[in-house]
């Protein structure tokens, strides 16, 4: 692992950092955030997923995170979305497939299978990594994230969900089988068959058996996407047939941007402090 970037940050320091990735074939860059109580022990761990065309920079510049996940004594960790770079396939026509676009799954199909397989990155090589190089406590982890990031969170705390103690998400894609933006890429990475995309689909994992303690949603009333690509309902829906206890709170007004992101940040952190007993400093 090699140190792009460090800074103070309420006490804190926010890193940037690089690493070649057996499972994605290719130099990885992600953040983190490291509060100031971890010079007392290891701190809780949030993992934060990004949507499409992001990269780990975005939440961290428009984020807005790191004066609550200070006050709160959590580590927050920042992955990119995708392998990068010059020998990466991707696919320049379409923004919703390639670079920016992983769907956190791993590929079983040509040309994606050799580096996209971001759902191992981000379950195994990653946090191995994050354990040893930084002072985290992997007995209590959250995971959330923004739409496709959003997805990631919601299918891989049902996957696994005694690894995770909380999961929440702003405006997840929770029906990526059924969704305009989001069905293109399960079929190029995962192939036609679409009973090997129910291991990726929120509502059909819950529909499958997959339980998790509980669920907070938030999603923008004015998102641009809602009615397509998002669908909280489904999700709604799947949670209740199910008893999977779900907080949605539709905000009025607010869209999918960042704006609305950094907005309900500090909520979203506090949910996951109260579930993973973070010490305040």
């Known amino acids: 692992m090699k140190t792009v970037s460090e800074s103070k940050a309420h006490g804190g320091v926010q890193g940037v950092y690089a690493h070649d990735a057996a499972t994605t074939g290719c130099e990885m860059t992600f953040a983190a955030y490291v509060p100031p109580q971890a010079a007392d022990g290891p701190c809780p761990v949030v993992w934060y997923l990004s949507g499409l065309t992001c990269t780990h920079q975005n939440v961290m510049d428009k984020g807005e995170y790191r004066r609550m996940a200070a006050e709160l ?3 927050v960790i920042c992955p990119d979305t995708s392998p990068r770079g010059e020998t990466i396939h991707d696919e320049k026509e379409d923004w919703k497939i390639g670079t920016g676009a992983g769907f956190y799954v791993d590929a ?4 994606w299978v050799s580096n996209y397989r971001m759902y191992s990155y981000i379950t195994d090589e990653l946090p191995k990594l994050v354990a040893g190089q930084f002072p985290v406590d992997m007995d209590r982890q959250g995971i959330f994230g923004h739409s496709m990031g959003g997805h990631g969170a919601l299918t891989i705390a049902l996957n696994l969900p005694d690894r995770f103690r909380s999961c929440s998400a702003f405006a997840p894609i929770v029906s990526p089988s059924t969704a305009d933006w989001a069905s293109n890429a399960l079929s190029a990475y995962l192939g036609p068959d679409k009973s090997a995309w129910r291991a990726h689909d929120a509502c059909a994992l819950v529909e499958d058996g997959h339980r998790f ?7 923008g009333e004015a998102d641009q996407f809602l009615e397509e690509g998002l669908k909280p309902w ?14 949605l709170r539709m905000q009025p007004g607010y869209d999918h941007s960042y704006n609305f992101i950094s907005t309900f940040m500090d909520d979203h952190l506090r949910w996951h402090a109260s579930k993973l007993g973070a010490q305040t400093g």
């Not at 079983?108 to 040309?111: A, L």
């Not at 303690?213 to 999603?219: G, H």
């Not at 489904?234 to 047939?241: D, M, Q, S, T, V």
């Open 213 to 219: 303690d509980e669920f907070l949603i938030d999603q």
């Open 73 to 75: 004594g959590m580590v």
């Open 234 to 247: 489904l999700f709604e829906e799947a949670c209740r047939k199910s008893g999977i206890p779900l907080t």
């Open 108 to 111: 079983t199909q040509e040309p």
